[in-house]
């Protein structure tokens, strides 16, 4: 059984189903992207993964452990960590504030993992004492990413890393992204620029209707004329 796995999700917001069945998983030191059009249930997917939505069917395996029943702060004690879209930092509160707030579960001295986020991410500790609201979009999500690091996570979550940031800060972020994997973290992460997330996949699942259409590694994905045309554009 893989390290995690949401298996045979089911479920949704209200009366409504938005996930059909679906079943997403990673191992350590993987990366897994879900992707498909929008509508498709990934941010869904992962919130249930987390624990933000409640199934009806289907439960999520930790390292061997049923954590179904588990709140998303539970899960965060385990070894989850979940990085939003939107809203994911403090913005009046500085660089490195926002960093010590990812350090709220530690009773153990944080200070070495901060310095290992910066050696992630120089351009945070040039910034440290800069409110997070006055930087730019890639180093906000990069303060996003290194706040969730700080607890130490076994798992990364992240929702849309990329979204509204250059081509240039994509492509930096993705190379961050494939080093804090080297670390044995594994990642899970939905995003929008499917093509380039596949390249650096290990494993993809290409969600339609809350329901699995294709899982294949990155490059079988990328290979597969049926997923090129209608899911990359050609």
Do not use: W
């Amino acid at each position: 059984m893989s390290f995690l796995i949401g298996e045979g999700m089911t479920g949704g917001y209200g009366g409504a189903d938005i996930l059909n069945g679906c079943t997403i998983a990673v191992d350590k030191g993987e990366i897994a992207v879900i992707v498909g059009p929008n509508g498709a249930g990934k941010s869904t997917a992962m919130k249930a993964i987390f624990g933000m939505l409640n199934l009806r069917q289907g439960r999520v395996m930790f390292d061997g452990e049923d954590i179904t029943a588990l709140s998303p702060q539970e899960r965060v004690l385990k070894g989850m960590g979940f990085v939003p879209q939107t809203h994911n930092v403090f913005t009046s509160m500085t660089v490195e504030e926002n960093l010590e707030m990812g350090a709220f579960i530690r009773r153990d001295d944080y200070r070495q993992t901060m310095e290992q986020v910066y050696e992630l991410f120089p351009v945070l500790k040039q910034k440290r004492r800069q409110p997070a609201g006055q930087l730019s979009g890639g180093q906000r999500q990069q303060v996003a990413v290194g706040r969730a690091l700080m607890t130490q996570p076994k798992v990364l979550m992240l929702d849309e890393p990329t979204a509204g940031v250059s081509p240039i800060v994509m492509d930096e972020l993705f190379d961050r992204i494939i080093e804090i994997s080297r670390t044995g973290i594994a990642i899970l992460m939905v995003e929008q620029n499917a093509r380039q997330a596949l390249n650096i996949a290990d494993k993809g699942y290409v969600l339609v209707q809350g329901a699995n259409r294709y899982t294949d590694t990155g490059e079988a994905l990328m290979a597969n004329p049926e997923v090129r045309r209608t899911f990359l554009g050609g």
